[in-house]
């Protein structure tokens, strides 16, 4: 279920699970690629980047995760 908590089992940095404030202070910072590679690295293809939110850097999981029939929730399906 994608939708089911799952995302407990993600790997992180112990502050990206406790704080939604993770992923805007490291882009803000300006090293977020950067250090998301290195996560990326050291983690493997997702990883936590806030207690709810996670990144994919594989390429085979789009069609997964922004197909038509995917039950994912996406950034634009929390927007009004």
Known sequence: DPQGDW??????SDLARFSQFYRPWKIAK?????????LHEK???IVRTGP???????????PIIYGISSKFLKVGDLLP
Do not use: H
Request: a negative charge; one cysteine or more; glycine letters at 6%.
């Open 7 to 12: 995302s407990s089992d993600v790997c992180s």
């Open 30 to 38: 300006g090293n977020a690629p950067d250090f998301y590679m290195k």
């Open 43 to 45: 983690y493997g293809r």
């Open 52 to 62: 709810k939110t996670v990144d994919i850097s594989d390429p085979a999981a789009l």
